[in-house]
């Protein structure tokens, strides 16, 4: 499983240390631990978040805001016990005290809090958890992507932007799965019909979609990540239920609209960020990274991107000293750095306060089917516990 | 409603009768030779990769699928002569480490060779989109398809078990082991045919199904388990058995998917369940296993072992 995973990750330390012997007379580089999943059926995330950091870095020549960085990855298997043990190396006998990565909850949650206890300061580049927003924030803690609810909260300002009358849910048992489904739930103006519940990791939904042919929904909230909405969507296809908008967030990126092709055409999706989002910060990130790696970045790989510059700017503001961590989180608060989203800002409780743009299906030219950028549904969105936080 | 419960009939009948496919060639190597084989679910792997990645390639389903039978079968040969072969003296704990590994090896190098992402796979134009049976009925074409060849198999497996030698031979062998042995047959040849037929058959499900399913590395560690739990219900060794099991464990996962939740719903509150609901569903399979287990310890159609 780690054979594709370690391969670029050495390559990659071998480069970075190359370029920073070149200037290590200069200033010694500065650590960065990029604790993130990149093994096992979720690896797909982190792939895309580490490679859209490091070709950040790359255009710099293994700098981020003209100071030299030391990036060291490793591969947690979306497992929180090895998460713990890499956390504790990389404090204890690497001296890291500058965190990002960490792609799934549960992760998150079992190592964030130690990293923040050492002092070190931890930048989410995926869903921040509720558990670490509103009244539990740290001043040490910072979200680039979105706020733990906002997925959920934008699939609902989709619908009702659509003027969706009512609707069936669909998501697996567990907390994530529940955590949106409440977030969309509170945000969806129209009716629920009826909530569906179904196994984590299931592959066979033929009594859940004979449920939703019954009850005819206007569309579907689905909250089934991975192989969970690819197996969902080839069997919806099948049914005798003609064209059903199913909302799904962030779940359902451009690679797998490409795998699935015509039975993803009803997708709904919503994200901060689309490919086609039209700055000259993001048309330059989807240039460089398809010549790069020879495919589109997903929304996950713009959080690792501007992640990246957002640590360059921290770093361009302190030169490089990140000793002084309240000029480190001063700098990072500033978030001065050309965003692909156009325009960063931070909220209160340090999540970003940001757009959120709704996107639907089609084909292109060469006949894949990719999503759209279908207009705006947020505005400087935040999170809705931003003012629980006192610090 | 009537059209609901006919439907969900045939959801019952095709996940029952694809469950089947699986365990068929399962259930004959645990109890012909006694082999705990885990394994079982990365052939099934193998053969929706294959399907996919042939028939992606030439265009054509049926290559796809003839290229799967041949691929699991020779895959399963290999891991006879190589592996499987050492571990019959050996005791389920060793069986268990060695499969499990070889499910690690087959995941890894699934990864390896595709990637992490599922790949992409269309169902045949023929076979794709709803089969209209009246005005409010219809049923998808694919799955009806599923339900055809799962009668099909087993049809033809009930007549190779019970009207061929191969299949005589095969059956005592799964009861009397070493009488067939001392009349002279080759049981290391048994042994090899049989395990080659079963992963052959666990690559035909495995390639079946790969339309519906995202196809990808790991996508059949889940279903060995509820494999497994069949061939319990149905009595180890037993392909009768293994087919009433599988319909059996297809009708109950439905029930519990469709019927309990609207059961409960109009008799508690919604909040309890809901709760109760999705953890009743989640164990129904197994509820129906330890009800089993109590009435007839070795399975509904256990040979003497």
């Not at chain 1, 000793?323 to 500033?334: F, H, T, W």
Request: glycine letters at 10%.
């Amino acid at each position: 499983m780690g054979i594709s995973a370690v391969k670029p990750h050495l390559a990659f330390l071998s480069a970075a240390l190359a370029i920073g012997a070149s200037v290590a007379h200069a200033q010694s580089p500065v650590k960065i631990g990029l604790i993130t999943t990149l093994s096992t059926a979720g690896g797909a995330l982190g792939q895309d978040m580490r490679d859209a950091f490091q070709l950040a870095a790359k255009e710099e020549g293994g700098k981020l805001g003209g100071v030299p960085v030391d990036l060291m990855v490793a591969d947690d298997g979306l497992n929180p016990n090895t998460a713990k043990d890499i956390a504790e190396r990389m404090l204890q006998h690497d001296g890291i005290r500058l965190f990002t990565g960490i792609i799934y909850t549960n992760v998150t949650l079992a190592i964030v809090p130690d990293l923040l206890r050492a002092g070190a300061v931890v930048i989410q580049n995926n869903t921040g958890p509720v558990e670490l927003d509103g009244k539990n924030c740290n001043p040490n803690l910072f979200g680039s992507a979105w706020h733990g609810e906002a997925p959920g909260e934008s699939a609902a300002a989709a619908a009702n932007a659509r003027n969706t009358k009512q609707l069936m849910t669909i998501v697996p048992n567990y907390t994530s799965g529940l955590e949106q489904r409440g977030a969309f739930k509170r945000g969806f103006k129209g009716q629920i019909l009826d909530d569906i519940l179904v196994k984590l990791n299931q592959t066979d939904y033929a009594a859940e979609i004979s449920q939703i042919k019954l009850r005819r929904p206007e569309g579907i909230y689905m909250f089934l990540p991975g192989g969970m909405g690819i197996s969902f969507m080839r069997q919806l296809h099948q049914a005798d239920i003609g064209d059903i908008p199913m909302y799904a967030a962030t779940t359902v990126s451009e690679q797998v609209t490409a795998t699935v092709g015509e039975a993803a055409r009803n997708v709904v999706g919503s994200a901060p960020w689309t490919p086609d989002l039209d700055n000259p910060a993001s048309r330059k990130f989807v240039a460089e990274f398809r010549e790069a790696y020879k495919r589109t970045p997903t929304v996950y790989a713009a959080n690792g991107y501007d992640t990246a510059k957002l640590i360059g700017s921290a770093l361009a503001a302190t030169r490089g000293d990140i000793s002084n961590i309240a000029a480190v989180r001063k700098a990072i608060l500033a978030a001065k750095f050309d965003s692909v989203r156009g325009k960063f800002a931070f909220g209160a409780s340090q999540y970003p306060v940001e757009d959120w743009y709704m996107t639907t299906v089609s084909k292109d030219a060469s006949g894949t089917y990719v999503p759209h950028n279908a207009g705006k549904v947020l505005t400087a969105h935040g999170s809705p516990y931003a003012d629980q936080c006192k610090f | 409603m009537a059209a609901f419960a006919f439907e969900q009939s045939l959801n019952a009948i095709q996940l029952g009768l694809t469950l089947f496919l699986l365990t068929a060639g399962l259930t004959l190597t645990f109890g012909f030779m006694g082999v705990i084989n885990l394994a079982h679910g990365s052939v099934y792997m193998i053969g929706a990769y294959v399907l996919a990645a042939v028939s992606l390639r030439t265009g054509s389903f049926l290559i796809g699928i003839a290229a799967a039978l041949l691929t699991t079968g020779i895959i399963g040969l290999l891991l006879e002569l190589s592996l499987v072969r050492r571990l019959y003296r050996r005791g389920h704990l060793d069986q268990v480490l060695a499969t499990f590994a070889v499910i690690l090896i087959a995941n890894g190098l699934t990864t390896w060779l595709f990637g992490r992402q599922p790949i992409q796979l269309d169902i045949p134009s023929y076979l794709s989109g709803p089969l209209r049976l009246t005005a409010d009925l219809s049923y998808p074409k694919y799955r009806a398809f599923l339900i055809a060849l799962g009668v099909a198999i087993a049809v033809l497996l009930h007549i190779v078990m019970g009207r061929t030698r191969v299949g005589m031979r095969v059956r005592a062998g799964s009861t009397h082991r070493e009488l067939v042995r001392a009349l002279g047959v080759d049981v290391r040849g048994l042994f090899a045919l049989v395990f080659g037929l079963g992963s052959m058959l666990a690559g035909f499900a495995g390639a079946l199904i790969a339309p519906l399913q995202a196809v990808e590395a790991g996508m059949g560690d889940q279903i060995v388990i509820l494999a497994f739990v069949v061939i319990v219900i149905g009595g180890v060794g037993s392909v009768r058995g293994a087919f009433f099991a599988s319909l059996m464990v297809g009708i109950v996962d439905t029930l519990g998917r469709v019927v309990l939740p609207f059961l409960l719903k109009s008799f508690t509150a919604p909040a309890v369940s809901t709760a109760l609901s999705i953890g009743v569903s989640s164990t129904a399979v197994y509820l129906l296993m330890a009800a089993v287990l109590i009435v007839r310890p070795a399975g509904l159609f256990a040979g003497r072992a």
